[in-house]
């Protein structure tokens, strides 16, 4: 017995930022969040059930993925196989497509991409809706990666109203910069970090309450096709939210000393005359939000300081897609 499914999801980057959840089995977040999906990062991965397996087997970019790794995977396929009853065991293929050696290894595509590709294996067939709130369970992000554009992710109160809804297809001249400052893997992970700054954080609650007011400027500013507006919301919302984890204990600076060039360098060419604005997740690197026609001449100018194959260009990308 053999059943396969085979699936496609793409990156994103969040304007307002989820930091912190209420639940963590289920992933619940603190405040609600929206992001714009990103066409130059995607996640391929077929989903393989199989009764002749003895356990699951797990491929990341063609290599055998270890135990801890595995446990993940299979942790989050148990959500299928319970729902459909499903005893076997799964062999999971999963290519990142990250162009150059980026080290944006990201588990928004990668559990999209899984839950999608289970979708299908498992015959469950689920509505896009559905599916993501099944990716959520895997990583809170992907919730989003489902649906392309401008898409926001609904906090709920629960994992039923919990989920991510497309607010606007970016079909407009809108794009982002993504400068890779450092390669290496984060000292602390979002789940840790997001964890420690809920627990310690005395400037968490403004961050939430202030998220919320930005949540509803940004829909706004979207609808109206305002760049700058957008843009600013997003470069406040983003460095609110590092401002939580400054004031967390022990506190958390994913910032490194290139980050604050390339804030400076957005701050220099937007008195230029090019809007432009930063916003930064849980690491150094820099996501410049711009029209994408304004994208090159960003990118040279960034080329005054660093090399080529760190500064990647990228427009709006698509929802999942199944293979
Ligand atoms: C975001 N980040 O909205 C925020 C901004 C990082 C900073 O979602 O624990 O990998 O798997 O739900 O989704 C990164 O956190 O965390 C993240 P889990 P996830 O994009």
Request: aromatic share 10%; charged share 25%; net charge positive.
């Amino acid at each position: 017995m053999m059943s396969r499914g085979k699936a496609r999801a793409h990156a994103n980057i969040a304007l307002i930022k989820y930091w912190g959840k209420r639940d963590e089995e289920l992933f619940l977040p603190m405040s609600s969040s929206l992001s714009l999906t990103l066409d130059s990062f995607y996640t391929e991965t077929e989903v393989v059930f199989d009764s002749k397996l003895d356990r699951d087997y797990f491929y990341l970019n063609d290599k055998l993925q270890s135990e801890f790794q595995t446990k993940k995977i299979s942790k989050f396929l148990d959500l299928f196989r319970i729902k459909k009853d499903i005893k076997y065991n799964a062999l999971i293929k999963s290519v990142n497509y990250v162009p150059t050696a980026a080290g944006l290894a990201s588990s928004a595509s990668g559990f999209a991409a899984l839950a999608a590709a289970a979708n299908v294996a498992s015959g469950l067939n689920l509505g896009e809706r559905e599916l993501s709130i099944y990716a959520r369970q895997g990583s809170g992000s992907a919730t989003r990666s489902i649906y392309g554009g401008f898409v926001e992710w609904r906090e709920g109160n629960s994992s039923e109203n919990s989920y991510a809804v497309p607010i606007d297809d970016a079909k407009w001249d809108i794009g982002m910069v993504i400068v890779i400052v450092r390669k290496s893997k984060k000292e602390i992970s979002s789940r840790e970090g997001m964890k420690r700054t809920v627990d310690t954080s005395p400037f968490y609650n403004a961050w939430v309450k202030s998220s919320k007011k930005d949540l509803m400027e940004i829909k706004k500013a979207i609808w109206d096709k305002d760049l700058e507006k957008l843009g600013a919301i997003a470069e406040a919302n983003s460095l609110r939210m590092h401002a939580t984890m400054f004031g967390a204990r022990p506190p958390i600076i994913y910032f490194k000393p290139e980050t604050i060039q390339v804030m400076e360098i957005v701050k220099d060419l937007r008195s230029d005359g090019i809007p432009c604005y930063f916003t930064m997740d849980a690491g150094p690197n820099v996501k410049i939000i711009c029209r994408l026609s304004q994208s090159k001449i960003i990118k040279d100018r960034l080329k005054e300081r660093f090399e080529d194959e760190q500064i990647i260009i990228s427009g709006p990308g698509p929802g999942i897609s199944y293979l």
